[in-house]
């Protein structure tokens, strides 16, 4: 009787290598600033799982950097921290990927390349209904906080005060807010001028305080604007303003509605 042949276990395994024939090229996410310079004027579109960096010159855009990303695109944000000559970028992928990244022009091969400067492998929360109208972020202009938006009625924040956190993953606290649909949200600029004009200590400490305005839409799809106060030592939000949004037709604005 013959014996049964063994068979080696990798005998029958198929191995796949998956390349993108065609690079992406829908824009997903850009913005402008200076990041390859302190005096340059830089375009950054995020394309899917790449990020292109361009250089705006007399000629028009050229190209400088172009980086793959293990992830899609979701949020860019340029921002400056205090005593830095140049923009640090944001980047904030579906999967609840974050890093800051910083530009250097010579790398260890002689070429440009890009340097974590901060990352979180994983955002996420164990519980929570993921956002249907896209993740946000937002960086207060005196980089004081960073404010993501991933979960239905909950923002995340990370607090800058201290600067640029290392490259170990950045602490984040959770905020709860009432609005549902949040459609944008960005950081106002400080007030520094009108808490000075009002005299008053409280005044002058609630403009020192980052401030959130948030745009949402409600149950009866009417939209509104919300600001947010937030106390970075209690790890808080207060509500300071509300107002709807309305929209005018070209018609009403030339006739001074």
Do not use: W
Not at 23 to 48: E, M, W, Y
Not at 140 to 159: E, N
Not at 227 to 251: D, P
Request: hydrophobic residues 40%; proline residues 5%.
């Amino acid at each position: 009787m013959a014996q049964p042949m063994a068979v080696d276990a990798y005998a029958g395994c198929i191995f796949n290598y998956c390349v993108t024939a065609h690079k992406p090229t829908a824009v997903r996410q850009c913005v402008v600033g200076s990041f390859t310079s302190g005096s340059d004027v830089n375009l950054i579109i995020g394309r899917s799982t790449q990020i292109d960096i361009q250089l705006l010159t007399p000629e028009g855009l050229k190209g400088v950097l172009t980086v793959p990303l293990y992830g899609v695109v979701s949020a860019l944000n340029l921002f400056r921290p205090k005593n830095a000559s140049k923009d640090l970028l944001l980047v904030l992928t579906e999967h609840y990927k974050f890093t800051i990244l910083e530009f250097n022009p010579s790398g260890p091969g002689g070429g440009p390349e890009l340097i974590t400067r901060a990352e979180a492998k994983d955002v996420r929360d164990a519980i929570g209904r993921p956002v249907e109208a896209g993740q946000l972020a937002a960086v207060d202009p005196d980089c004081r906080a960073i404010a993501l938006h991933l979960y239905d009625g909950q923002l995340k924040i990370l607090q800058l005060e201290d600067g640029i956190p290392s490259r170990a993953a950045p602490e984040f606290y959770n905020l709860r807010v009432e609005e549902l649909s949040i459609i944008d949200l960005t950081f106002l600029a400080p007030s520094s001028a009108n808490a000075a004009a009002a005299g008053s200590s409280a005044a002058a400490a609630a403009g020192a305080k980052p401030v959130l305005a948030v745009l949402y839409e409600d149950n009866k799809q009417a939209r509104h604007v919300k600001t947010y106060t937030l106390n970075l030592q209690a790890k808080v939000g207060s509500c300071k303003h509300r107002a709807r949004a309305t929209c005018y037709s070209q018609q009403q604005q030339q006739q001074g509605c």
